[in-house]
C-alpha cells in the first residue's frame, strides 16, 4: 500500500495532516470526472427552459504521485417552479491501497456554493461561498470505494469503480475545472 501516517513526510500543507499514499502513475495529474444528468427538460409555466430534473456528478484531481488531492462535487435539481445547485471543492489527501483495491480521500478543507431559488424568489445566502464544517471533513466525513480497476477500453484510459449490483461509476479524464 505505500501509505504514509499522519505527520509523515511532507505531510502537512495545505492539502492536510491525513493518511496518503502514492497515486497510480495513470492518474496522477489528471482530472477525472464522472456525472450523470436527467433526459428529461422541464419548461416553466410560461414555457421557458428551466433546465434538466436532476444531475449530479464527482471529480477528483490527482495533483501529484504523493496523495494530494482535491474533490469536485456537483447536484441540481429541478422542478417545473424551483431549481436548487450545490457546486462543491474539497481538497484532501488520499489512499490507494493496491492490494485490497480500496480507495480513500480524506477531505481537509474546501467550501461550497448553493443556488436555491423557487420562481423569482431566492433563499437567503444564495450563490455565497461557504466553507465545510468539521461534519463535512475528515475524521467525520471521507468518500471510499472498493473494487476500484484502472481499465482501457476504446483508446481511453478508465477509472473504474464496480458495485455488486452490476452498476459502475467510470471516471474519465476531462479537462480541469475552471
Known amino acids: 500500500m505505500n501509505c504514509q501516517e499522519p505527520g509523515g513526510p511532507g505531510a502537512p500543507n495545505d492539502y492536510g495532516n491525513h493518511p496518503r499514499s502514492k497515486v497510480p502513475a495513470e492518474l496522477v495529474g489528471k482530472y477525472w470526472h464522472y456525472g450523470s444528468f436527467s433526459m428529461n427538460q422541464y419548461s416553466k409555466y410560461d414555457g421557458s427552459y428551466a433546465g434538466h430534473a436532476q444531475e449530479i456528478s464527482t471529480g477528483y484531481r490527482f495533483v501529484n504521485e504523493n496523495g494530494d488531492a482535491e474533490q469536485y462535487f456537483y447536484w441540481s435539481k429541478n422542478s417545473t417552479y424551483c431549481r436548487d445547485q450545490v457546486l462543491g471543492y474539497r481538497?484532501?489527501?488520499?489512499?490507494?491501497?493496491?492490494?485490497?483495491?480500496?480507495?480513500?480521500?480524506?477531505?481537509?478543507?474546501?467550501?461550497?456554493?448553493?443556488?436555491?431559488?423557487?420562481?423569482?424568489?431566492?433563499?437567503?445566502?444564495?450563490?455565497?461561498?461557504?466553507?465545510?464544517?468539521?461534519?463535512?471533513?475528515?475524521?467525520?466525513?471521507?468518500?471510499?470505494?472498493?473494487n476500484w480497476a484502472i481499465v482501457k477500453e476504446n483508446g481511453k484510459t478508465i477509472w473504474r469503480i464496480p458495485f455488486d449490483d452490476g452498476s459502475k461509476l467510470d471516471f474519465t479524464q476531462m479537462p480541469d475545472p475552471q
Open 91 to 146: 481538497k484532501g489527501t488520499v489512499v490507494f491501497d493496491t492490494e485490497k483495491k480500496t480507495f480513500t480521500f480524506y477531505a481537509a478543507k474546501g467550501n461550497y456554493r448553493r443556488y436555491d431559488a423557487c420562481g423569482s424568489s431566492q433563499s437567503p445566502g444564495y450563490g455565497q461561498t461557504k466553507e465545510y464544517s468539521a461534519d463535512d471533513l475528515y475524521p467525520k466525513y471521507k468518500a471510499e470505494y472498493t
